[in-house]
């Protein structure tokens, strides 16, 4: 369902010192830096599967989604989605998947979210009766009917990540991007969004990729995790080996005292050292 091969992105940033002197001779002669943000990454995801893709701050992870989605173009590497290759089959292409940033929003700040919903559904040309019959599932799931009326710009964080998840959903994707979906989300907004997750896998059937920096999240959702630190794929595989991989008599904590049971944030962490990429 999903290919990537090989793919390579590097962003020019401008150099500047600070200083009136700099900033004036910026404007006659600037300087780049080239940073490396994907290098070579490859890896196939099949139909059904929710992999958990993470790394530290800076990592990458960010990056792939949005050549995942078509809003970046990589410098190298192919990609295929379905038959389709993002950044070029774009208009047909997004009509198959859904995206969260959890950073950003895809509402429109100041109108009702049901008027945002309405607005992509004809963005999207979703039937109405697909339309209606997504609406009322998502509403109830979600637990959107007392929020759905009010203007985005006057919902808290929790309440703002439903709509948002709800409106990724609202065209039936069989892909989903999860960019961080429940950052600074309260302990019942995070497991009710682990909630509907593990639910629209398993009676609809999405593949959903993940990122997160919570690893309860890639706990209760992912069986696959994909690892990647400063631009490259370091781990693709099942968490359970990574668990017996990392088993207590293996870590022993910078004190020198061993660690009886190490949660899924100690292994990342000693994943992260073994990898050197913190
Ligand atoms: N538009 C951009 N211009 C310049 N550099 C960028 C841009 N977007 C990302 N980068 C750089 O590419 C690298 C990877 O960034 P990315 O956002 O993909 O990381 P991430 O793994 O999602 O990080 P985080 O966990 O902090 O969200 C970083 O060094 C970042 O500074």
Same mark, same amino acid.
């Given at each position: 369902?999903?290919?990537?091969?090989?793919?390579?992105?590097?962003?020019?940033?401008?150099k500047?010192?600070?200083?009136?002197?700099?900033?004036?001779? &910026?404007l006659?002669?600037?300087?780049?830096?080239e940073?490396?943000?994907l #290098?070579?990454?490859?890896?196939?995801?099949?139909?059904?599967?929710?992999v958990?893709?993470?790394?530290?701050n800076?990592?990458?992870?960010?990056?792939?989604?949005?050549? *995942?989605?078509?809003?970046?173009?990589?410098?190298?590497?192919?990609c295929t989605?379905?038959?389709?290759?993002?950044?070029?089959?774009?208009?047909?292409?997004?009509?198959?998947?859904?995206?969260?940033?959890? !950073?950003?929003?895809?509402?429109?700040?100041?109108?009702?979210?049901?008027?945002?919903?309405?607005l992509?559904?004809?963005?999207?040309?979703?039937q109405? #009766?697909?339309?209606?019959?997504n609406?009322k599932?998502l509403?109830?799931?979600?637990?959107?009917k007392?929020?759905?009326?009010?203007p985005?710009? !006057?919902?808290?964080l929790?309440q703002? *990540?439903r709509?948002?998840i709800?409106? &990724?959903?609202?065209? &039936?994707p &069989?892909?989903?991007f999860?960019?961080?979906?429940?950052i600074?989300?309260?302990?019942?907004?995070?497991l009710?969004?682990?909630?509907?997750?593990?639910?629209i #896998?398993?009676?609809k059937g999405?593949?959903?990729?993940?990122?997160?920096?919570? *690893?309860?999240d890639?706990?209760?959702?992912?069986?696959?995790?994909?690892?990647?630190?400063?631009?490259?794929?370091l781990y693709?595989g #099942?968490?359970?080996?990574?668990?017996?991989?990392?088993?207590?008599?293996n870590?022993?904590?910078?004190?020198?005292?061993?660690i009886?049971?190490?949660?899924i944030?100690?292994?990342?962490? !000693?994943?992260y050292k073994?990898?050197?990429?913190?």
């Open positions: 369902m999903i290919t990537v091969s090989g793919i390579s992105k590097s962003f020019k940033v401008a500047r010192s600070s200083g009136v002197r700099s900033a004036v001779k &910026s006659f002669r600037r300087e780049y830096t940073v490396a943000a #290098n070579e990454i490859s890896f196939h995801i099949a139909p059904g599967e929710i958990g893709y993470i790394g530290p800076g990592a990458g992870k960010s990056t792939t989604i949005k050549v *995942m989605s078509g809003i970046l173009v990589p410098d190298r590497g192919t989605i379905m038959g389709y290759t993002p950044w070029l089959d774009r208009v047909a292409y997004v009509k198959n998947i859904g995206v969260v940033f959890g !950073q950003r929003s895809q509402l429109w700040w100041d109108v009702p979210v049901i008027d945002s919903f309405e992509l559904r004809d963005i999207y040309g979703v109405e #009766n697909e339309y209606k019959s609406l599932l509403v109830e799931t979600l637990d959107l007392d929020i759905i009326h009010t985005v710009r !006057q919902l808290s929790g703002r *990540m709509c948002e709800a409106a &990724s959903l609202l065209h &039936s &069989s892909i989903l999860l960019d961080e979906p429940t600074g989300l309260d302990a019942i907004s995070k009710a969004v682990r909630q509907f997750i593990t639910t #896998n398993k009676e999405v593949t959903i990729i993940l990122t997160t920096h919570d *690893m309860n890639i706990e209760a959702l992912a069986q696959r995790i994909i690892l990647i630190g400063k631009g490259s794929l693709d #099942n968490l359970n080996t990574l668990r017996e991989r990392f088993a207590p008599s870590l022993v904590t910078e004190a020198g005292s061993s009886n049971a190490p949660s944030d100690d292994i990342i962490v !000693q994943m073994e990898y050197q990429i913190t």
